[in-house]
């Protein structure tokens, strides 16, 4: 452990991340025994302070994991042990369609776990965009949004329009046939007019939450 | 030619599809030498009373092909004779930078040639949605629009939110990297969130035009 | 409600679209439980006056959409409120193959819904070009046709080389191997031969019907 | 040179090919000096007794290959020594556009080289069906037709249907954005709906003229 | 039926596609129930005197299609009624690996009920050259070899050097990670470094099997 | 102009982007005449107080452009006028490899010209790891790091394990073969097991610096 | 037996692959019955004297296989006969996520039984370097280094800037989005910056251990 | 320098990779000026004892790079400083065409230039099987093979089959359409049915050899 992780044999826990940058150490669930998890969690809590998460966790995994003191939001597959306390880090999670939504749940429990002070709009594609210009004010107050959207991903773009704050844009599975899984909202993410607009993985809630995690970081110093 | 065709040797023109169908035959200029093009174009206008196009083709190669009576639009890049006059079906040609000018301009010729009453609007990306709000008015007296956008082709997604009438997607290959040479404009306006949107091939602004006036066929029936 | 939509916290139907663009809101049902499907559904009746729909939702589910009047087509698996009358729009649904019907189905069920003439044409694939001769008639009186076809989707072209109204095709995702679930005919369509034919994404008969109903709106001016 | 090859340092000329399948030795052009080709046709001509074919030659390369006897085929860009006398198969090579000429021609020339019936049909593509219809009686007697076809490749399709005799499906990479420079034709042919259409790489006239040789050396057993 | 087709409503069988090209109409089994597939193959047995097929059928619903007198392979997944008799075309069916069989098996089962003489050589991949090399004299005695193989489908290219008959390779998705589910097989077949080979769909067993009938068609004229 | 954008005919600056959300109006040079981009810098200059910039424009270019007072950085192909002061947001831009170099330049460049403090690191590739721990106390002092590399792009995951700020990562199309022309960076970077890494667009330095510059306008707040 | 392989008809196990190039032939178990399994391995034991091995057989498969002396390894799922005593050929088995850990598992049994020394790392992935460093000497002592990792890759660029003997690296699957089942983390190893890695197929942990079995024979002449 | 590397500012050279791993530091040509590689060779010249090599350098550039006692070598575009002895590591370089020819020669001169011992065999495809076995005595000799081909990559399966040594398998970029610039030959090797075949990127010449540098580092320990 001197040497800053600890060696499960079927895992090595970084437990200098926190120190050393900040960010927790994360746990991705797919494919890990709750037993597996179960002991990461123990020497992560052990080692650190702030908060543990789990992620992409169904629920009856996650009764399994026999580490007292975590809570679990079902929405959002997240396990939480110690979530830090909001820090006036204002990030906005808006979502183009409902069947965004699981992503958008991912990205604002992950961002409320680690600290940040979330506001959700929900269901604001452009195709009806008075739904999202009903929205301009909260849009215009927040530090960063989170713009999650599937299948031609076009939200990014006009909320890159209309903020000046970082726009983390998060391209979903939704949609079918020319969609590809996502891809095609990732491309357009990618390409979008609006200038300075950054993309994470399809589908990673998760990673646009610490991306805002680390804003937050930047922010702070 | 009671074949409702002519052998060229080299090109079989299809001299009844104006009859049969209503659609010019339109001679495609890449690969074509002046002197092919000129045999070509005298058979159409031979056989028929309407308007025949050359499309795709360099002001140089216009000036060789011999056949009097067509004029050249270089920005479109369209050699026309007899230009049917415009018999008021009104068609937008939207689009959504200054780099997709040229697949505008050739739609905008294309549509102008078929009888169309046409009507540009120009930079009116996403980027900057005020733009394109300021012509509400223009795009809610439309019969028609066609939508030319390169990069993440939001705006086919915009447009089809806030008009019911047609709209027909051009994407075109502006832009670079994730762009794909406009695979990725192609790929989000066949997922557009907007019901009912129509797209054509990458670049096609004559496809459009084409599309636009098979509607024109349609609606005055 | 003054703002053009209702916000039921997990969903914000756009209650003034119908009055923007004449199109209905659908409710695009996979992912959707029929508690919020019901929700949405009642918001959009109560706010307007014409048909609701329900798309790609399983007889089960719809049996537990708690809202009277509907009707459920189980081909098209679409749920109809309010249907539309017919109002003089002929609307041809020509498909390849017999695996194509479900898409096929789709289209000619929404198409209806929203008040136009269908009449379909089934199993009119090219490999035995007799069959598609035999409907010239059908298709030469029809103020639009819907090429629905997998595989190498060449029924769009030839189709769209015999009429001169509007077509739109629908790749399928019929086939096996190289069809690439549908991708073969969507790229084949979009590079037809035939000038003028337009695209909607894979399996979209429903696309394809609000085309046609733009088209209609269009039409009808 | 009693292993069957002639080993030249730079190349080893494959001086059995002759006799242990009936197949000429072709020298593919591109990237070799007319020294190494001259080098390599001198012994092929001096190993065997049949044709000699260079593929993919410009004419100024051609002109610098020192060996006598030889005829180039500039739109084919084909040099060919000794070819065969025709013996009695008939192949006919139909193209869908004029673009596809050069392909067309290479298929044709490689096919006569080698001792093949050769007929042309130019400028059949399926936009205009009667073109095509107009040459059934022709098809009907082909003993092997090959269909070259860019874009979305439908002739494959539609010939396939028509005649019950081998069809060789040559897609071009004529087109431009989603036509993927060939690769959507390729696909497309690959899926054909009519059955038992057999497809070369894109642009392989030469290809699909070698499928057509060995089809004549197994009818002909 | 005097139109060269039945319509059956959901289905219309081309029933002059034996007497126009000799090639039997076919059922494509998936996705069809088996009273559709009874009626289907009633109106074909009723209006020709040829074989009739059934392809990609499980042995349950195999059971339930409701006409007397036809046979099923399980190993081809096939129903045959009426299989022609051979007539002295002999087509070999070598394939690369065990996991090949199923689609070995399509084709040969095929390529019998459709008159072929058919000899299977099994398990013959490239890596243990010995294997083939064993097989010449059956190779070299073939009309007509039919190349099954998946991974990266050298087979295709070291038979086409051997003999020189018709070879036509059959890609199959056999394998994993790059394999791409036959997409690899199919590209490496299409760029043979032996001249001639022609390629079919991934997986289609039926199609080399419906290519060879056309060969043994244009071998007997 | 009181609408916020000036109609150039050819463009429609949007002149309130500045006021909007405290983002420049940038002119991406390329497809645009000298004169055409004078125009648009001249009203961006007299409707807005802050910097304005044109990317990606060669030197032949820029110094036909008619409007004084700007300076051209060759190395990052960029004319700005009225640069920004820097105000204490410090960004590290690290590039893997000397091929890079034209990309960081403009990253550094526009960076810069909007007002950040620019610090650049260059030839720190992960195959010879000290040369990037060697800058472990610099990377531990950025607010932001911008990590510009090509071929598999490894650069931002190490940096993005190394410290708590933003890193944004761009994938350049520096390399060959496999590298796809930047696609593989790209991919690598979206999927990097460095938590909350955000991506832009193959080679847009200029899209991490207005990531930047959005994040140095959320940490001043 | 005397053309160096038996025909069990379903198959043709290579025999003297062993005598041949010291390579055990070896069964992969997906798609094939117990009892062709079963056959296949009695012919290679009885021809040869070296290890036997089944790949990716299930522990439900496993248990039929009925040849006594087998010994089943549920983690890499392999069945072992004859296994070969270790020589003294180092290879280090480093993966960087603890999902990664099946294809490792695959790595390190089969090179175990084709007799080379293995040691295992898990968990070094480059997110948290110092794991990875910890490890430098056990690298350092390695003749050869099998790299397992999915989602970015970046391990095997790491791995083969640290030591100068082979480094093979192995792609998996893991990841979601853009990690594209593999696809992103084999293309980026293939594009590593650091000189001379290689790389196998994606999750093939046999692939890479039968690399170095090559290696260590080559190591020991 | 004490930290390993030198800070020329605009690139690092990695000082100590010969003594960290007995690799030498290589330049990649491709985008320096002869100044920036005078500058690089001379630091790796002045800190190390081993070869020093620039890669992909034409002969004009090379021409002009200002150290003296480098050596030239046009085919394989290679520089180089006081190439190492040969020490005994035979290393095959077989390759498939003659348009393979300057991707082998860079392999083969790399491999020289490290001190392995190379023989090359050309033209060795295997459309024509006996050219390659005539060589299978050399092949049986090697310690390893590096194996170039482009199109279908065939070559690397079957001498994977025949030799039991390692084999470095190189696609390159020859062949058209369907060849996709080398990715069918890199895919089609990856899947290779010959067990532990490696590869490398496309064109890569200069990767096979150090890979097989890396291999000959394993062999002498």
Redesign the interface.
């Known amino acids: 452990m001197n040497?800053?992780?600890a060696d499960l044999?079927?895992?090595?826990p970084?437990l200098?991340?926190e120190q050393?940058?900040?960010?927790p150490e994360?746990v991705?669930g797919?494919?890990?025994s709750p037993e597996?998890i179960t002991g990461v969690v123990r020497e992560l809590l052990a080692a650190n302070t702030g908060p543990v998460l789990v992620t992409r966790i169904e629920a009856g995994a996650a009764a399994e994991v026999a580490v007292p003191g975590g809570t679990y939001d079902a929405a959002a597959r997240l396990l939480v042990w110690r979530p830090a306390s909001a820090r006036g880090f204002r990030v906005v999670v808006a979502s183009?369609?409902?069947?965004d939504?699981p992503v958008a749940a991912e990205a604002a429990a992950v961002a409320s776990a680690v600290g940040l002070d979330v506001h959700e709009i929900?269901?604001?594609?452009?195709?009806?965009?008075?739904?999202l210009l009903?929205e301009r004010e909260v849009l215009g107050a927040a530090?960063?949004v989170v713009c999650v959207a599937g299948?031609?991903?076009?939200l990014?773009?006009?909320i890159?329009?209309?903020?000046?704050?970082?726009?983390?844009a998060v391209?979903t599975?939704?949609?079918?046939?020319?969609?590809?899984e996502?891809?095609?909202?990732?491309?357009?993410?990618?390409?979008?007019?609006?200038?300075?607009?950054?993309?994470?993985?399809?589908?990673?809630g998760?990673?646009a939450?610490?991306?805002?995690?680390?804003?937050a970081?930047?922010?702070r110093?």
């Open positions: 040497e800053g992780f044999g079927y895992a090595r970084d200098d991340r050393r940058s900040g960010l994360v991705y797919p494919g890990k597996a183009a369609g409902t069947s939504a929900r269901d604001v594609g452009v195709a009806g965009l008075h739904r009903a530090d960063t299948m031609e991903g076009a990014a773009s006009v890159g329009g209309l903020v000046g704050c970082p726009v983390i391209p599975s939704v949609g079918y046939g020319a969609a590809l996502g891809v095609t909202a990732l491309l357009a993410m990618l390409t979008s007019c609006a200038a300075g607009v950054v993309v994470v993985n399809i589908d990673s998760f990673g939450a610490m991306a805002a995690h680390r804003l970081h930047a922010a110093r």
